[in-house]
């Protein structure tokens, strides 16, 4: 028998080590909350007799990975090995059992994973009973109010942002002059930085996942910028190390703008590179775009949260996104502020919903707004009002509103988890 403690942020984590590492097979002893993440005490080749036998703490002690058998953790003790010290320590064979029992989580017992399963089934039928029922207290209650979410949610919107946009709407009004009210609360919810790259220029990188229109839109702002400003007023920086090839496409615009295209993959090189054009009214920078869980973004959100920065970061949306695709890009980059967003391509978006949600959400501002592949004409300053009006008039082109079990479910379940 192997026996192996794992420490991971969190008990997901820790579980994917352990299948990593020992496989399927492995049995997990016990798991506990301890400061900075969880700890799993995991075995291989488990023989419970070997649990109770005396043996027992040579065995562990041996197998148990070399923090845990060198006592480097500190006075608590931890996993089967430290309670094999403790034992040895105390010379009590009756306490460690009981401490090993107590602690001691049998995740893989067949009657345990059958009654999580069982609880796991009846959650899901509680929730879709009182999802129905969360729909359907609102549409008896406060009929208007349902028929307004019901078409908020018909562009695309969230659940969550619809409730919130009608919650100050009269329960009396006619449905018409509701509505009109209800955009114009949903304008005001969405913030936009008025021009701000073009007008004040400064030092600006763009994030955002792979293929949204990164370089595409820093080809755009820098002809956009050169237009107003002249030859020499801007530079661009490729921060993309990770691809072959990946600053060429930057060069190829940098060739046709006049503008210097420099590399920089490391924070110095980084702030080299700024200070070496200085002299211009604009820095563009550009990065390599990843999938939501590609482990490289922490990587990159190193090279950009560095202390007393001049650098202003935009996140790139592309409006094709599913809303969960968008909210994740935004989490990926969580612990860096962010300036603003740029929502690309929404000349192919089927709804604007999702990004609006996203950003209202979050509380980010609107930059700018992409709207073709053509440089530099496809861009222009986000208004709140116009991307109000696109997102109702992409619903309206496609005359349908959600269906009630869709709506059902996703309001329900927003009230669901918001009472949980
Ligand atoms: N339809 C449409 N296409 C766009 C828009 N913006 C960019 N594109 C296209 O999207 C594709 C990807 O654009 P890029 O600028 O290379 O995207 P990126 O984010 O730099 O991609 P990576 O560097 O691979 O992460 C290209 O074919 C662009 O022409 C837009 O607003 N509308
Ligand atoms: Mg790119």
Redesign the pocket.
């Known amino acids: 028998m192997k026996i192996k403690r794992y420490f991971a942020p969190d008990i997901r984590r820790a579980i994917r080590m352990v299948r990593e590492e020992q496989g399927p097979e492995a049995v997990i002893l016990s798991n506990r909350q301890i400061e900075g993440g969880v700890e799993i005490v995991a075995a291989i080749d488990y023989d419970e007799r070997l649990l109770s036998n005396e043996d027992v703490t040579s065995k562990t002690s041996d197998h148990t990975s070399d923090n845990a058998s060198k006592g480097e953790s500190g006075t608590r003790p931890r996993g089967v090995g430290a309670y094999a010290r403790l034992k040895q320590e105390q010379g009590d064979k009756r306490e460690w059992q009981a401490q090993l029992s107590d602690d001691t989580h049998w995740v893989q017992d067949p009657a345990l994973v059958e009654m999580r399963r069982e609880i796991k089934d009846l959650r899901s039928l509680l929730e879709c009973q009182m999802s129905g029922l969360a729909w359907g207290d609102l549409e008896r209650r406060q009929p208007l109010h349902a028929r307004l979410v019901r078409s908020l949610m018909g562009l695309g919107l969230g659940a969550e942002i619809s409730r919130e946009l009608v919650r100050e709407i009269p329960l009396d009004m006619a449905f018409d002059q509701a509505w009109l009210k209800v955009i114009a609360i949903l304008v005001k919810r969405i913030a936009v930085t008025d021009d701000d790259i073009l007008t004040q220029g400064g030092v600006v990188a763009l994030l ?10 820093i080809a755009k702002l820098a002809a956009r910028y050169t237009l107003r400003h002249g030859k020499n007023s801007v530079a661009l920086i490729s921060t ?1 190390n990770f ?1 072959v090839g ?1 600053h060429e ?1 930057l060069r190829i615009y940098g060739r046709i703008l006049g503008a210097p295209v420099l590399v920089a993959t490391s924070p110095p090189e980084l702030q080299d590179a700024i200070g070496s054009q200085l002299d211009k009214g604009l820095i563009l920078i ?1 990065t ?3 999938a939501p869980l590609d482990e490289r973004i922490k990587e990159q959100r190193s090279l950009f949260r560095v202390a007393n920065s001049p650098i202003r970061h935009y996140l ?1 949306l592309s409006a094709t996104t599913q809303i969960q695709g968008v909210h994740q890009a935004v989490r990926q980059y969580q612990g860096l502020e962010f300036s603003g967003t740029i929502l ?5 978006a089927g709804s604007m919903g999702p990004v609006l949600s996203t950003v209202i959400d979050h509380h980010l501002p609107v930059a700018y707004v ?4 053509k440089v530099p004409e ?1 861009i222009a300053p986000a208004r709140a009002s116009n991307l109000a009006n696109h997102c109702v008039s992409i619903a309206q082109g496609k005359h349908q509103l959600p269906d009630d079990e869709a709506i059902e479910m996703a309001y329900g379940s927003m009230v669901v988890t918001s009472n949980v």
């Open positions: 955002g996942a792979t293929g949204v229109g990164k370089t595409t839109t993309d691809r990946a496409q550009d390599a775009g990843f790139v690309t391509k929404l000349d192919e992409s709207t073709g592949q496809d």
